[in-house]
T-cell receptor, first 112, second 108 residues
Framework: SAVISQKPSRDICQRGTSLTIQCQVD?????MFWYRQQPGQSLTLIAT?????????ESGFVIDKFPISRPNLTFSTLTVSNMSPEDSSIYLC?????????FGSGTRLTVV | GQQVMQIPQYQHVQEGEDFTTYCNSS?????IQWYKQRPGGHPVFLIQ?????EVKKQKRLTFQFGEAKKNSSLHITATQTTDVGTYFC????????FGKGTRLHILP
């Protein structure tokens, strides 16, 4: 199974600023996925990131707000741009490990 | 796309009692997965079911996939405090879509 290192683990940010979240995987993976989990809620897929191509965003999420980079098969970043308090949430990256998904430990973001 | 509804949303049980969460769909599912998320933690993959009527066990956990592949259940026998958390069912296609989860709280 893959191991994912995600950072930062948490941050408190001012509204209007941006935060970039990083995920490093210990093996090469084709697709990486970014999820958002609001307190007490389920996981909502933000986008799927393939190496060498633009990320595919789910309904309700746009590239200008959540730009994603995928420079190689082991690394990806998600930026939360022009943040507002509504962006306060946990953000998780994940990878496909043949059957289930492995998740990073998450980034707990608070926007003030 | 495939969607799943999960019930109950919350469940409180006395330690030692059994617990069951259910996952339902209006359409036939190609597979069903189950995840556990401890408080403050991230989801951890438990199992995937793909066959009609499939039953799998992991110690005190029993997972079932319905004959029509439209529902699934997770049953925990004799709950322990370590079982506390939220249990999600999910459907995997080209991506994974999660149910809303069942939050299990154990009363000592």
């Amino acid at each position: 199974s893959a191991v994912i290192s995600q950072k930062p683990s948490r941050d408190i940010c001012q509204r209007g600023t941006s935060l970039t979240i990083q995920c490093q995987v210990d093996s090469q993976v084709t697709m990486m996925f970014w999820y958002r989990q609001q307190p007490g809620q389920s996981l909502t897929l933000i986008a799927t990131a393939n190496q060498g191509s633009e990320a595919t965003y789910e309904s309700g999420f746009v590239i200008d707000k959540f730009p994603i980079s995928r420079p190689n098969l082991t690394f990806s970043t998600l930026t939360v741009s022009n943040m507002s308090p509504e962006d306060s949430s946990i953000y998780l990256c994940s990878v496909d490990i043949l059957y289930g998904y492995t998740f990073g430990s998450g980034t707990r973001l608070t926007v003030v | 796309g495939q969607q799943v509804m999960q019930i109950p949303q919350y469940q409180h049980v006395q330690e030692g009692e059994d617990f069951t969460t259910y996952c339902n769909s209006s359409t036939t599912l190609s597979n069903i997965q189950w995840y556990k998320q401890r408080p403050g933690g991230h989801p951890v993959f438990l199992i995937q079911l793909v066959k009609s009527g499939e039953v799998k066990k992991q110690k005190r956990l029993t997972f079932q996939f319905g004959e029509a592949k439209k529902n699934s259940s997770l049953h925990i026998t004799a709950t322990q405090t370590t079982d506390v958390g939220t249990y999600f069912c999910a459907v995997r296609d080209d991506k994974i879509i999660f149910g809303k989860g069942t939050r299990l709280h154990i009363l000592p």
